[in-house]
């Protein structure tokens, strides 16, 4: 993993399935930045999920390129970076990838119901319970046959194992996961 281009990551998935937390510790296992995809949504953005209005498009548009400026920036200056955010659909991990080639995708998946009762348990967080059904609904889940570098982890593991796996994951040469 010399290649920084092999060392940036998002870790995506819905509401709940634990992002931040892998997130946080994949940043600390790599000496990588993490940068928080929560901390980069607009006022207007946080305003309307927490009323539980679900975004669409049109607000998350503004909300990826900061991302992907993040990335590549993270990426130019310090050989990597580990992102969490939804990206739930195709189009938003290209986007991502245009914005930083060669990113890795961690896809933590979590079925509904333990969705639901993560995000119902978390007090102070401004992400509305309401909205999980809109994240399944507007899931496009990777396909590691036609996206490039998805890695698909059950988000129902224990963090060290999650943690574990991602680190351990080959990398060919041109970056795609054998």
Known sequence: ????RHRTF????????????????????????LIEGDDHHSAESRA??????ALDDADRAGWLDRLGAELARHAAQEGGAVLS???????????LRAACPGLRFVFLEL???EALRRVASRATHFFSSSLV???????????????PDVLMLSATQPLEMLCAAVVA???????VRP
């Open 1 to 4: 993993m010399t290649d920084s």
């Open 10 to 33: 998002v870790v995506m998935g819905v509401a709940g399935c634990g992002k931040s937390s892998l997130g946080a510790a994949l940043a600390a296992a790599l000496a990588l930045p």
């Open 48 to 53: 309307k999920m927490s009323r539980g209005i």
């Open 85 to 95: 955010c939804s990206a739930l659909k195709r189009a938003y991990r290209d986007r």
């Open 111 to 113: 079925d509904r119901d």
């Open 133 to 147: 059904d809109s994240q399944f609904a507007t899931l496009e889940r990777p396909d590691p046959a036609l996206e």
């Open 169 to 175: 994951a080959p990398i060919s040469a041109d970056g």
